[in-house]
């Protein structure tokens, strides 16, 4: 047994297809480069979505084999966006095809417009996502049993953004988590409180509500102070932060989500601070059960090609360590530096290998390697 183990279970990997299988919507990313999305002429395509981004992170860095569990039309689009999750090479045999009328009235590919932002300029997003397949998924639309079952998945990741897309989405993330808890699988759920989503919702109690059932049934929470408050209710009554790096509050309402939520282990969260769009300071905190906490290395001068993504790829680097059987520290260090990678390329995800983020973690320099 190592010591991770007293704290964090490693699940059972003994025949298992998968080591993660994310729940959530994948969009296409449409990126101007550095032009502006009401003046471009040309975007670059990508494939993106909150949950998703983490199941990329481990399979094209880290090697891990995992699947998507989304709904796509069944038209060109569709088959587009089927298309770039395969070359990540994230398995697709789960996906749901709905039939499309045509015109997408009844069912669509969200769209997510992101400028990466320059220097005074900060990054924007632009979200056209209604009507999309994915926020039509319902808790019967997948056999969760064969999912989570002897032959199913390790571990189970989803996330605030596609529990709020829908009552049926919320409702079948609830269902996820707790099918998997039954068999054992491991879950991690990020809050990625998004108040656009959140406020267009009928019942104005919806985002604690669903977010603390949710989160009850979770290993590995990743949230902060702020969204602690917004999605579980949980304000934790200390000072607030004296800079943005500074983890205190943080710290302080990790303690009161653990006493809320007993079948919590881990809570994880990064540290930004944006001094510009192109330059960020970056880091994180993990703290475990019992007291345990530790942070990494904090970069105060991260220079930042396009900041989409860098908070999935922390996820996915974490997970791994998690998977890996990693100590506490060295799960982390690998997340932190898996989502300073994915920040230093366009589009969500990384396009790293595990050789460069152990160069990042052992903090080697930036020199040229020929």
Same mark, same amino acid.
């Given at each position: ?7 964090f ?6 025949q ?7 729940l ?7 990126? =101007?480069? *550095? /032009?502006?999305i ?5 975007f ?23 699947a998507?569990?989304t709904?796509l ?7 587009l ?6 070359q990540?090479?994230?398995d ?22 992101? *400028? ?13 996502? /209604? ?7 319902a =808790? ?18 989803t ?14 993330a609830?269902a ?8 054992g699988?491991a ?13 267009s919702? =009928?019942? =104005? ?7 603390? /059932?949710?989160a ?8 902060d ?5 917004s ?14 790096m500074?983890? /205190?509050?943080a710290?302080?309402?990790?303690l ?5 939520l007993?079948n ?13 769009a ?10 475990a059960?019992?007291g ?10 991260? @220079? ?8 999935d ?5 974490l997970?791994?360590?998690? $998977? ?6 060295r799960a $982390? ?7 300073a ?6 589009? @969500?995800n990384?396009m ?19």
């Amino acid at each position: 047994m190592t010591a991770i183990d007293t704290v964090f279970p490693r699940p059972p990997s003994d025949q298992r297809r998968w080591d993660c299988v994310a729940l959530g919507e994948v969009m296409l990313r449409f990126d =101007p480069g *550095e /032009a502006r999305i009401r003046s471009a002429r040309e975007f670059r395509v990508w494939e993106g979505g909150g949950e998703y981004n983490v199941a990329r992170g481990l399979r094209k860095t880290f090697g891990r084999p995992t699947a998507v569990l989304t709904a796509l039309p069944r038209n060109e689009i569709g088959l587009l966006v089927e298309d770039l999750i395969l070359q990540g090479g994230v398995d697709t045999g789960r996906i749901v095809w709905r039939e499309h009328d045509g015109v997408g009235r009844n069912t669509r590919v969200g769209l997510n417009f992101t *400028e990466r932002g320059f220097g005074v300029r900060a990054a924007l997003g632009v979200s056209d996502r /209604a009507y999309s397949a994915a926020s039509q998924i319902a =808790p019967d639309e997948f056999d969760w049993d064969v999912l989570f079952g002897a032959g199913g998945t390790r571990w189970l990741h989803t996330g605030g953004i596609f529990a709020a897309l829908s009552e049926s989405t919320a409702q079948t993330a609830l269902a996820a988590v707790r099918h998997a808890r039954r068999h054992g699988v491991a879950v991690s759920y990020d809050l990625n409180y998004r108040a656009s989503l959140w406020n267009s919702h =009928p019942d =104005p109690d919806a985002a604690r509500r669903v977010n603390r /059932a949710i989160a009850a049934e979770c290993d590995l929470l990743i949230g902060d102070e702020f969204s602690f408050a917004s999605c579980l209710g949980l304000e934790h009554g200390g000072a607030a932060r004296a800079t943005p790096m500074d983890s /205190a509050p943080a710290d302080a309402a990790c303690l009161r989500v653990f006493e809320a939520l007993p079948n919590l282990k881990l809570i994880a969260f990064p540290l930004r601070e944006a001094h510009s769009a192109s330059r960020n300071a970056w880091g994180g905190v993990l703290h475990a059960r019992g007291g345990r906490r530790c942070q990494s290395l904090l970069r105060h001068e991260l @220079d930042i090609l396009d900041r989409v993504g860098g908070g999935d790829a922390f996820v996915a680097g974490l997970i791994h360590g998690l $998977l890996d059987g990693a100590d506490l520290q060295r799960a $982390l260090d690998l997340g932190v530096a898996h989502g300073a990678l994915a920040m230093t390329t366009p589009g @969500d995800n990384a396009m790293t290998s595990l050789d460069e983020v152990e160069a990042v973690v052992r903090g080697d320099g930036a020199a040229a390697r020929r």
